[in-house]
T-cell receptor, first 110, second 113 residues
Framework: GQNIDQPTEMTATEGAIVQINCTYQ??????LFWYQQHAGEAPTFLSYNVLDGLEEKGRFSSFLSRSKGYSYLLLKELQMKDSASYLC???????????FGKGTTLSVSS | DTEVTQTPKHLVMGMTNKKSLKCEQH?????MYWYKQKAKKPPELMFV???????INESVPSRFSPECPNSSLLNLHLHALQPEDSALYLC????????????FGQGTRLTVV
């Protein structure tokens, strides 16, 4: 089966940095995605990694290690609006849909 | 236009009703998906259409029937649903099976009574 693990909940304060980890054991690997989802809304795309290393996009960065089956999403200069669920998703092979982890609910307080 | 539009936004239906969910995109995407999401759970894949052909059906009960009438539209026909089918139904599209970013619609919040 496919297994994607993330912490269930995390808390942080405004202005801080938070790292959300994701580990995966899947039958194949063709890319890892991070999505942000606010309550009652659709997921929105944050980042995509298919090769090892760090991808940076503004306040958000995502890292991938394929040999370790590990990724993290790094959020800097946290803002209240960053309170949301963060979903790690893996595309197991080319042409298939995304398989989602259970998501990490991040609460940012002032 | 980078939108995936789903209608209706909310739907309440009885267990004997027949209804349809609609999804539309005009980005020229050739891969479209239906996901089901229960509260505080991740989206679960239901169906994948690739170039208007059903390529994946994740063992979804036959009371859910997808249809892709053309490259811009994806429907989900509902019949004889159960209360446990109440969920957020999300449509997504990607440029093609090899595409990267998937765009999600806002979802249809379905309640079965």
């Amino acid at each position: 089966g496919q297994n994607i693990d993330q912490p269930t909940e995390m808390t942080a304060t405004e202005g801080a940095i938070v790292q959300i980890n994701c580990t995966y054991q899947t039958s194949g690997f063709n890319g890892l995605f991070w999505y942000q989802q606010h309550a009652g809304e659709a997921p929105t795309f944050l980042s995509y990694n298919v090769l090892d290393g760090l991808e940076e996009k503004g306040r958000f960065s995502s890292f991938l290690s394929r040999s370790k089956g590990y990724s993290y999403l790094l959020l800097k200069e946290l803002q209240m609006k960053d309170s949301a669920s963060y979903l790690c998703a893996v595309k197991v092979q080319a042409g298939t849909a995304l398989i989602f982890g259970k998501g990490t609910t991040l609460s940012v307080s002032s | 236009d980078t939108e995936v539009t789903q209608t209706p936004k909310h739907l309440v239906m009885g267990m004997t009703n027949k209804k349809s969910l609609k999804c539309e995109q005009h980005m020229g995407h050739r891969a479209m998906y239906w996901y089901k999401q229960k509260a505080k759970k991740p989206p679960e894949l239901m169906f994948v259409y690739s170039y208007e052909k059903l390529s994946i059906n994740e063992s979804v009960p036959s009371r859910f029937s997808p249809e892709c009438p053309n490259s811009s539209l994806l429907n989900l026909h509902l019949h004889a649903l159960q209360p446990e089918d109440s969920a957020l139904y999300l449509c997504a599209s990607r440029s093609g099976p090899e595409g990267t970013e998937a765009f999600f619609g806002q979802g249809t919040r379905l309640t079965v009574v």
